[in-house]
Antibody, heavy 120, light 108 residues
Framework: QLQLQESGPGLVKPSETLSLTCTVS??????????WGWIRQPPGKGLEWIGS???????YYNPSLKSRVTISVDTSKNQFSLKLNSVTAADTAVYYC????????????WGQGTLVTVSS | EIVLTQSPGTLSLSPGERATLSCRAS???????LAWYQQKPGQAPRLLIY???SRATGIPDRFSGSGSGTDFTLTISRLEPEDFAVYYC?????????FGQGTKLEIK
């Protein structure tokens, strides 16, 4: 059974870079047709897709965040990562990683999520 | 970007009743690529429905989806106590993928 687990600092200072990693277990991140995405949810609010990556390194991002986001993949560790720079309090959210299939881009399964707070 | 508007914001019903949740898109959703998720407090969203009307693995048949174009509906035929949660729709017909703001289904 495929499982995803987010990890990284729970507290980031304003203007710094948020860095998270998603570790995939129970399956290979290099499986063809699968994309790996990041979604976030501010406390008490809705969901926002951040961006996604294919095992080859091909990425696509939400234009609203594109200038600040980098998603990368490490197939040797079965992991993919998120970097969001120049963070502000508005970036405080639960960050989820999830899998989706090319051209069938619903998200399933999801990681449990990790809360990142931006505060000095 | 396609904006999804869910209604109502909150729905108060009793177990055993029928729930009808709406998701309206600002423009037509390509190929009716619309999904529904259920989220309980402190948990990640769980996929219920994809491609407008296909149930995900393990989802009870009391959950059903319908619609096309810009108007989509999630129906729960007979509410069970575990169904009270927040529900989100998501379109994946065009990038950026977007979600509705959610409908909270609460016990009356």
């Amino acid at each position: 059974q495929l499982q995803l687990q987010e990890s990284g600092p729970g507290l980031v200072k304003p203007s710094e870079t948020l860095s998270l990693t998603c570790t995939v277990s129970g399956g290979s991140i290099s499986s063809s047709s699968y994309y790996w995405g990041w979604i976030r949810q501010p406390p008490g609010k809705g969901l926002e897709w951040i961006g996604s990556i294919y095992y080859s390194g091909s990425t696509y991002y939400n234009p609203s965040l594109k200038s600040r986001v980098t998603i990368s993949v490490d197939t040797s560790k079965n992991q993919f990562s998120l970097k969001l720079n120049s963070v502000t309090a508005a970036d405080t959210a639960v960050y989820y990683c999830a899998r989706h299939v090319q051209s069938r881009d619903w998200f399933d399964p999801w990681g449990q999520g990790t809360l990142v707070t931006v505060s000095s | 970007e396609i904006v999804l508007t869910q209604s109502p914001g909150t729905l108060s019903l009793s177990p055993g009743e029928r729930a009808t949740l709406s998701c309206r898109a600002s423009q037509s959703v390509s190929s009716n690529y619309l999904a529904w998720y259920q989220q309980k407090p402190g948990q990640a969203p769980r996929l219920l429905i994809y491609a407008t009307s296909s149930r995900a693995t393990g989802i009870p048949d009391r959950f059903s989806g319908s619609g096309s174009g810009t108007d989509f509906t999630l129906t729960i035929s007979r509410l069970e106590p575990e169904d009270f949660a927040v529900y989100y729709c998501q379109q994946y017909g065009s990038s950026p993928y977007t979600f509705g703001q959610g409908t909270k289904l609460e016990i009356k």
